[in-house]
């Protein structure tokens, strides 16, 4: 494949679709009204041809992004378009991920002449789940909150009332996702006027003829890339700690098989899926593997479906990691993802250890907590949402980062400012858990201990891992300690719900990272 004729003009294409990303998420996070969008920034922006093919994307949520590129393709090709249309969505077994996620989508037309997709999703932590938060301890879809299957929310340029309502009356806090679902509204409409302007500027053969090529430049890039790892057969495998409901020690199990700038990924032999909410839609488990590969490319690489064409994705049916409806999955999205890297990478270690680090903490260490008031005043009910980082793994070239979300999730934290003034809670103890990387030749990063004391009842439920299985280490390098859940100082499991009342403290100490190399005595 011969490379662009015009690697200038190309370049300075592919800046131009990407800046259009990166306003659509200045603008949703500017006018959401929730801390979980405009703090945490749990959210994702994308651009998509006429197919539904992945144009560009701003460096946002890996697993949002990775999990829109798989499945697109097939949400937009079930509708017909018109301008003004916005598609709504976020069952994961038709293009969602979890249902907290929300997807919108819509359509760029010039002249009656459809050139693309705009879509943003967007992390709510009320979702209609009756647990505060929405990340409940759950054995089916339907327990983790409203189901929204692709639909429009509006046609034409005009809201539909009857879809709208019908969600925002499902929610506990209507009014605060009212605000952020008009922020994703905001968001697609800026990215679509965006997009609509360059198009025009560049002309709309032109447009498409740069994609078309931006497309063959980023798969170039990728099998470079992986031409760079020695053909052969590497495997792996791993477990997630539980799935909350007494299932323990579940097995990952992936053979990456490299040949002729080609990759395909087996996770046969990987658990069937589970009655916890750990399980992964197909669409999560292809956000992982592109990211591990992603990961391998040039920093230039184009954010486009080229990238991603080398790559071959194989999952039995009803496995872990390609369940069916209604397996639950609220913890797949965040936690089984986050081990599925690990799998991968163990694997690559094999291949080329020089350049594959040791796993790092290994959960999103989920705490999903609120109120809902039983007088039904809605004044009195909340729900909020975290994540919190924890150690980097180590490798050949540096010691682990401390205190840093890793792999699936680039989300900031709240600010405590926010969080106290916000809800009933304070923060005790906000700091880096020292000593709890691995010890090595390069260290593996530390966690962080994250305390709350609640100043009223309050509804809380955990979802962690690396509670059990420590995030390994390379070339002799020692794993990390595993993650601590204290409730008032007592070990509580990895997964579960909790109800608090007033001067209760839950502690979090999560996990470190891998060391890389023996240390020299």
């Known amino acids: 494949m011969s490379k662009p004729t015009d690697s200038l003009g190309l370049s300075l ?3 131009r679709v990407n800046a259009i990303c990166e306003e659509m998420g200045a603008v949703l996070r500017r006018s959401a009204f929730s801390p979980n969008i405009k703090d945490r920034l749990d959210f994702s922006c994308a651009i998509f041809n006429q197919k539904g093919e992945l144009c560009a994307q701003a460096a946002h949520i890996p697993v949002h992004l990775g999990s829109m590129a798989y499945a697109m393709r097939s949400i937009v090709s079930r509708f017909e378009w018109r301008e003004g249309d916005m598609l709504i969505l976020n069952d994961p077994y038709l293009g969602g991920t979890h249902l907290p996620d929300v997807t919108l989508v819509g359509p760029v037309f010039i002249q009656k002449r459809l050139f693309g997709f ?3 999703r967007a992390h709510h932590a009320d979702i209609g789940c009756e647990s505060p938060g929405s990340m409940p301890l759950s054995s089916s879809l339907q327990q983790e909150g409203l189901i929204i299957s692709p639909q429009f929310l509006m046609r034409q340029g005009e809201l539909l009332a009857e879809v709208y309502d019908k969600i925002l009356n499902s929610l506990a806090s209507p009014q605060e996702s009212r605000g952020d679902f008009n922020a994703q509204i905001s968001c697609n409409q800026k990215g679509g006027l965006r997009l609509a302007e360059l198009i025009r500027l560049q002309g709309e053969d032109s447009y498409l003829s740069k994609l078309k090529e931006l497309n063959h430049y980023a798969q170039t890039l990728a099998e470079q890339s992986i031409a760079n790892i020695p053909n052969g057969e590497y495997c792996f495998e791993d477990f997630m700690d ?11 199990c992936v053979k990456i ?9 087996d996770f046969a032999g990987t658990a069937a899926q589970t009655q916890g909410n750990i399980n992964c839609p197909i669409s999560v488990t292809a956000a992982a593997v592109y990211y591990v590969f992603r990961c391998l490319m040039p920093k230039q690489t184009p954010a486009t479906a ?14 872990l990691l390609n369940s069916l409806s209604p397996a639950a999955v609220a913890a797949g999205n965040v936690e089984t993802s986050s081990r599925i890297v690990d799998v991968l990478l163990g694997a ?18 989920n705490i999903a907590m609120g109120y809902r008031s039983e007088s039904g005043k809605q004044g009195l009910s909340w729900s909020y949402y975290e994540t919190i980082g924890g150690g980097m793994g180590a490798s050949a070239q540096t010691a682990g980062l401390s205190a840093v979300q890793t792999h699936m999730t680039n989300t900031l934290n709240t600010p405590i400012e926010v969080l106290e003034s916000k809800y009933p809670l304070r923060v005790k103890q906000y700091s880096i858990r020292q000593g709890s990387g691995g010890y090595g030749l390069n260290p593996g990063g530390d966690g962080i201990i994250r305390e709350f004391e609640f100043l009223g009842p309050t509804e809380v439920t955990l979802l962690t891992e690396r509670r059990r299985y420590q995030p390994w280490g390379l070339k002799g390098g020692d ?3 595993v993650g601590v859940n204290l409730l008032n100082g007592t070990a509580t499991s990895a997964k579960t719900s909790l109800s608090l009342k007033s001067g209760d403290v839950l502690t979090i100490k999560t996990p470190g990272g891998g060391a890389y190399g023996q240390h020299e005595k």
């Open 13 to 15: 294409f592919s800046s």
């Open 118 to 120: 705009i879509a943003n």
């Open 242 to 252: 539980d799935d909350g409901l007494g299932n323990e020690s579940i097995k990952i």
């Open 479 to 481: 794993a990390a300690k």
């Open 257 to 265: 098989q490299i040949k002729n700038c080609k990759v395909s990924i």
């Open 306 to 319: 080229g990238s991603f064409k080398p790559i071959e994705i194989k999952a039995p049916s009803a496995c």
């Open 348 to 365: 690559l270690a094999q291949a080329i250890p020089d350049l594959i680090p040791a796993a790092s903490q290994g959960s999103m260490n």
